[in-house]
C-alpha cells in the first residue's frame, strides 16, 4: 500500500509540472466582473474539451492547460457575445477578456447544453460528458464524477452534506421519496445534463417567504432531443452456484407522458429494495408539522426484525418489479404514480459476543432466515388552473408481509450473587419465529391561493391509517421470566408465544398566512392541529407438547389500551432581510390533550406550552452561507410506550410501558456552515449541534444473567449529545480530494438494578482520499478511513478500532473495454487483540464495440473469499462485537442490450 501510495505521488507530481496556468479576469465593456462566465480549452487536434474554468464574483478565472498545445479558447456569458480566439503557451499566462452584450440573447437551453457547467441563480446546471471519464455505467456513476455530490453506502444521493430524496427525470417526478432507484437504475448513456437545485420548492408562490435552505433536488435532462422517445436495456446474467442476474428496463419520455418500468432478479446480493429502504421510502411526503414545537413518533416496524448489515448477508435472493408515470392531460392537470412490488430471502449468520453491565458475558451463534415482501403504490393528481392557484392530492399505499425464524445457541456466563468471582456457564438453546403485515394508507391534500402580492395562504392536511401485527414465538430449553410468566413446566420445552395488534389513526393539519409587509420581510401566521388515536391489544400464551394453547389471563400479561392525544398550536415568525442577514425569530403556543384508558383505569392529561425558535441565516456571498438555528420540542410517546402490560422485546427481554409518562423537552442548537467555490471547485461543508433534553424518557431496569426486564420512566438528570461533522473536497484539472470527518458524544443516565449508571458513546471517524480525473487515461482512487468507538456502560469500557485503507481502479481501453476494480483492507481490533482482518474486492471487465447494442462482461465479487466481517454496537445493557458470514465469491457473466429507439416527433 505504501509503494502505491508513493507511485500516486509521483504521478502526481509529474502531471502537475507538464501544466501551466492561464488565468485573468473576464469583464463587459464597462468594466463590471461579470460572474459565472464559462471558458473552456478545446484541443484543436483531438477536439477533446480538455479544461474549463468559471469566473468568480471578481470576474477572475483560471484553468490549467498542457505546454505547448494548440487550444481553441472559447468565453461566453449568457446574453454576451462568445469570444473565441487560439492559444498555445509553454509557461503561465495572463489575459483580460471583455465580453459585448448581443442584441438579442441567445436560446440559453442550447447555451446551457453547449458549456460545462452554467449557473442560473440557484441551479447550478452541469453537462453530464464534459465530466463522464467513458466507464460509466448507470445516473449513481455519472454523479459521482460532479464538485459537492456523493453517493453514500447506500446508494442514495447527497449533495452539500445533505441527503437527496426527490429526483425528477425532464421535470417529472421519478419514483418520489427515495433517489436509490434513480441512481442505480437510469442508464448513464442517456443522461445529457445535471440539475442541482438549490433552495427547492415545489410551491412557486412560497419561494420568496419561506427558508428552504435544506431543500436540494436533482432533475435529469436525458440526451434525446427528441419530442418522444424511449430507450432501456435487458441485462441477463450467470454464474457458478447457480447464481442468476435478469434486469430489464424501459423508459419512455414525451411532453406529455412518461413512464419507466423496471425489473429484476438476482441472487448475487443484490437487494434492490430492502426492508430497511421499505420502511424509509416517504412517498415524497413530509413532516407536516416539523416546526411546530411537537413530536410524537409512531412506531413503525413492531415485530423487531434483524436488518441486514451493510446490505451484506450469506446469502440474498432479491425481486423487483416497478412501475412509474405521469401523464398531463392539458397544461394545468398532471396525474402520477408509481407501484413497487419487492421481495428478498436473506439468510444470516453471525456470532455476537456481548459484555453486559453487570459483568456477565454472552457468546452466541444465530442462524436466520428472513422472507420479506413489499408492496408500496402512490398516485398524485395537481391542478394548477393559474399562477395564483395551486393543489395537490397525494395517496401512498404501503403493505408489507414479513418472516424470520432464527435458531439461536446462547453461551452465557453468569457472576453467581453470593461470590462474584464464580462464574456458570448457562447454555440455550432457542428458536425464535417473528412475523408482521404491516399496512398504511397515508393520504394528503395541499392547496396554495395568492390573493394578491401582499397575501398568500397555505393549507396543508395529512392522514395517516396503520395497522402492525407482529407476532412472536420462542421456544428454548429454559424457562424465562418465571417470577411473571406462570409457564407449566412439565412440558420437554418452554414454547412461548405473544400476539400484538397497534392500530393507529393521525390527522394533522395547518393553515399559514404570509403576509408580505416589504419585498424583504413578511409575517407568518400558523393555525394547526395534531390528532392522534390508538389501539394497542396483545396477548401471551403457551404452546404444550400437546399442541393445546394455554393464555395468560392475568392483566399484567394482556393489554387492551386506547390512547387519544390532540396538540393546537398557533405560531407566529417574523422573516426579514438586512444587509447578509436573514432573520426569523418566532414563537408557538401550544395546547395538549392526551387520555389513555387501561386496566380499568383513565389516565388524562393536559397543558398549554410557549416555546421561542430563531433562525438566523448569513449569506457572505452566493457561495458561502452561515445558518444558526435554535428551537425547543415537546416530544411525547405513542401507545407502545403507555400500554402497561409486559410485551416481549426479545428472548432474553420483556417490557411493561408506563401509563404515566409525560413529554420530554428537547433543546437543539445547530450551527452549519457552507462554501460551494465553482470557480476552483472547492467545496467546504461543517456542522456542529448540541441537544439536551429534560424530563426525558429514559429507562429502569432490572437484569438478572442477561435477562431484563425494562419500563420507562421520565427523569430529570440531563441528558447530552454533541456532534460535529465536517468534508473538504477539491478538484483539480486532472484530480480530485477529499477529506471527512464525524464525532458523535452523548451522554445519558439509566437506572440498572436500582443503581443511577451514567454511560457514554464517543465515536470518531475519518476519511481521506485522492483520485485522478483522466478522460483518456485510466483513474486510480486512493483513501483511508479511520473509526474509532468509545462505549462506557458505567462498569465496562470498550473501545473499538477499524482502519480501512482503499483503492479503486476505473479505466477505458482498447476501444469498448472497461475495466473497473474496489478494494478494501479492514484491521478491526479492540484495546488488546485483534478481532478480524478481511477485504472487501471486486472487479468487473465489459466490452461494447463502439456504435453496437450488445454488451459483454465479467464481473467477480468477494476475490479474496473472506467468510466474514465485523460491527460494534452500544446500548443501556451492554455493548457487543458481531461477526457475520458474507456471500462467497461469485464469478457473474453478463450479457446486456441497449434498448433505444424514437417515436417520432421533431427535435428540439
Do not use: C
Not at 18 to 23: G, T
Not at 49 to 55: A, E, T, V, Y
Not at 301 to 316: C, E, P, R, T, V
Not at 603 to 622: L, M
Request: proline fraction near 2%.
Amino acid at each position: 500500500m505504501k509503494n502505491l501510495q508513493l507511485i500516486f505521488v509521483l504521478l502526481f507530481s509529474i502531471l502537475s509540472y507538464s501544466q501551466v496556468r492561464f488565468e485573468g479576469k473576464i469583464t463587459d465593456i464597462n468594466g463590471n466582473s461579470l460572474t459565472g462566465a464559462n471558458v473552456i480549452a478545446i484541443e484543436k487536434q483531438s477536439k477533446i474539451l480538455d479544461g474549463f474554468g468559471i469566473s468568480n464574483e471578481s470576474g477572475y478565472y483560471r484553468l490549467s492547460l498542457k505546454k505547448n498545445i494548440d487550444y481553441e479558447i472559447k468565453v461566453s456569458f449568457i446574453g454576451f457575445t462568445e469570444f473565441v480566439f487560439d492559444l498555445n503557451i509553454s509557461e503561465n499566462f495572463e489575459k483580460n477578456i471583455e465580453l459585448e452584450e448581443q442584441a438579442e440573447a441567445l436560446d440559453e437551453v442550447e447555451l446551457v447544453y453547449e458549456m460545462p457547467v452554467t449557473i442560473k441563480g440557484d441551479t447550478i446546471v452541469y453537462n453530464a460528458d464534459s465530466f463522464n471519464t467513458g466507464t460509466e455505467k448507470k445516473l449513481a456513476d455519472v454523479l459521482k464524477n460532479l464538485p459537492g455530490v456523493e453517493i453514500n453506502e447506500d446508494g442514495r444521493v447527497e449533495v452539500e452534506g445533505k441527503e437527496i430524496t426527490k429526483i425528477t427525470v425532464e421535470g417529472k417526478d421519478f419514483f418520489d421519496g427515495d433517489s436509490k432507484l434513480a441512481t442505480q437504475n437510469l442508464p448513464a448513456k442517456a443522461v445529457g445534463k445535471v440539475e442541482v437545485l438549490r433552495n427547492f420548492t415545489e410551491v412557486g408562490q412560497l419561494r420568496n417567504v419561506t427558508n428552504n435552505e435544506d431543500n436540494i433536488a436533482i432533475n435529469i435532462s436525458l440526451k434525446s432531443g427528441k419530442d418522444k422517445f424511449w430507450f432501456g436495456e435487458i441485462l441477463g446474467g450467470v454464474g457458478n452456484e447457480k447464481r442468476i442476474l435478469a434486469a430489464p428496463k424501459v423508459f419512455y419520455y414525451a411532453k406529455d407522458f412518461s413512464m419507466s418500468l423496471l425489473g429484476n432478479t438476482n441472487n448475487i446480493g443484490e437487494p434492490v429494495l430492502s426492508r430497511r429502504d421499505f420502511y424509509r421510502f416517504g412517498g415524497g411526503f413530509g413532516n407536516l408539522n416539523a416546526r411546530n414545537g411537537t413530536s410524537i413518533s409512531i412506531s413503525t416496524d413492531g415485530a423487531d426484525l434483524g436488518g441486514l448489515q451493510n446490505n451484506q448477508a450469506k446469502s440474498i435472493d432479491a425481486q423487483l418489479g416497478a412501475y412509474n408515470f405521469s401523464h398531463a392531460p392539458n397544461d394545468s392537470w398532471e396525474i402520477s404514480g408509481f407501484a413497487i412490488l419487492a421481495k428478498t430471502k436473506n439468510i444470516i449468520e453471525e456470532k455476537i459476543s456481548r459484555n453486559y453491565t453487570n459483568g456477565n458475558i454472552q457468546n452466541s451463534e444465530d442462524n436466520v432466515i428472513q422472507d420479506n415482501q413489499q408492496q408500496l403504490y402512490k398516485f398524485t393528481t395537481a391542478f394548477n388552473p393559474n399562477d395564483r392557484l395551486q393543489t395537490e392530492y397525494n395517496l401512498l399505499i404501503k403493505s408489507a408481509e414479513n418472516l424470520e425464524n432464527t435458531d439461536l445457541i446462547s453461551e452465557s456466563f453468569r457472576n453467581s450473587s453470593n461470590q462474584p468471582s464464580i462464574q456458570t456457564i448457562e447454555l440455550d438453546e432457542i428458536n425464535l419465529y417473528k412475523s408482521d403485515q404491516p399496512s398504511s394508507i397515508n393520504q394528503e391534500l395541499k392547496a396554495y391561493y395568492t390573493l394578491n402580492e401582499d397575501h398568500i395562504f397555505s393549507f396543508e392536511a395529512q392522514h395517516l391509517s396503520q395497522t402492525e401485527d407482529p407476532f412472536y414465538k420462542a421456544i428454548r430449553d429454559i424457562q424465562p421470566f418465571r417470577n411473571i410468566i406462570p409457564l407449566n413446566t412439565n412440558q420437554s420445552k418452554f414454547n412461548i408465544n405473544q400476539n400484538r395488534i397497534v392500530e393507529t389513526d393521525k390527522l394533522e393539519a395547518k393553515l399559514d398566512y404570509y403576509f408580505i409587509l416589504t419585498p424583504k420581510s413578511n409575517l407568518n401566521f400558523t393555525f394547526g392541529i395534531t390528532d392522534v388515536k390508538q389501539n394497542f391489544n396483545s396477548s401471551i400464551f403457551q404452546i404444550l407438547d400437546n399442541n393445546s394453547q394455554v393464555f395468560f389471563s392475568d392483566d399484567i400479561l394482556n393489554n387492551n389500551v386506547d390512547f387519544k392525544f390532540n396538540d393546537a398550536y398557533f405560531s407566529l415568525n417574523y422573516r426579514f432581510i438586512t444587509g447578509v442577514f436573514t432573520m426569523e425569530p418566532g414563537f408557538t403556543i401550544n395546547s395538549y390533550k392526551s387520555k389513555n384508558t387501561q386496566l380499568a383505569r383513565t389516565e388524562t392529561n393536559s397543558f398549554t406550552d410557549i416555546r421561542p425558535d430563531i433562525r438566523v441565516f448569513v449569506k457572505f456571498k452566493d457561495s458561502e452561507s452561515l445558518r444558526f438555528t435554535y428551537n425547543a420540542t415537546n416530544q411525547f410517546t405513542d401507545i407502545n410506550n403507555l400500554a402497561e402490560g409486559y410485551v416481549f422485546n426479545n428472548y432474553n427481554s420483556f417490557f411493561q410501558g408506563n401509563p404515566n409518562l409525560e413529554s420530554a423537552k428537547f433543546y437543539n442548537y445547530n450551527l452549519n456552515y457552507q462554501s460551494i467555490n465553482i470557480f476552483n471547485f472547492t467545496n467546504v461543508y461543517a456542522r456542529l449541534n448540541y441537544s439536551k433534553r429534560s424530563n426525558s424518557i429514559q429507562s429502569r431496569t432490572l437484569i438478572s444473567g442477561i435477562s431484563n426486564v425494562s419500563s420507562p420512566i421520565n427523569s430529570n438528570i440531563p441528558r447530552e449529545t454533541y456532534s460535529a461533522s465536517g468534508r473538504v473536497d477539491k478538484r483539480f484539472k486532472n484530480f480530485k480530494a477529499g477529506f471527512n470527518m464525524n464525532f458523535n458524544f452523548s451522554d445519558f443516565n439509566n437506572i440498572v438494578n436500582g443503581t443511577l449508571t451514567e454511560q457514554v458513546n464517543f465515536t470518531q471517524s475519518y476519511k481521506a482520499s485522492i483520485a485522478t480525473n483522466f478522460r483518456d487515461k485510466p483513474n486510480i482512487e486512493v483513501g483511508y478511513s479511520y473509526n474509532k468507538r468509545m462505549y462506557d456502560t458505567g462498569n465496562f469500557k470498550n473501545y473499538y478500532y477499524t482502519d480501512s485503507p482503499f483503492i479503486q481502479i476505473d479505466a477505458y481501453f482498447g476501444k469498448g473495454f472497461i475495466f473497473r476494480a474496489d478494494y478494501s483492507y479492514n484491521y478491526y481490533r479492540d484495546e488488546n487483540i485483534t478481532l478480524n482482518e478481511y477485504r472487501s474486492a471486486e472487479a468487473d471487465l465489459s466490452y461494447n464495440k463502439d456504435g453496437s447494442k450488445w454488451e459483454f462482461g465479467i464481473s467477480v465479487t468477494n476475490i479474496f473469499d473472506d467468510t466474514s466481517i465485523n460491527r460494534d454496537s452500544f446500548n443501556q445493557l451492554y455493548s457487543q462485537t458481531r461477526s457475520y458470514i458474507i456471500q462467497p465469491r461469485y464469478a457473474v457473466f453478463r450479457l446486456k442490450y441497449d434498448l433505444t429507439s424514437f417515436a417520432g416527433g421533431s427535435g428540439n
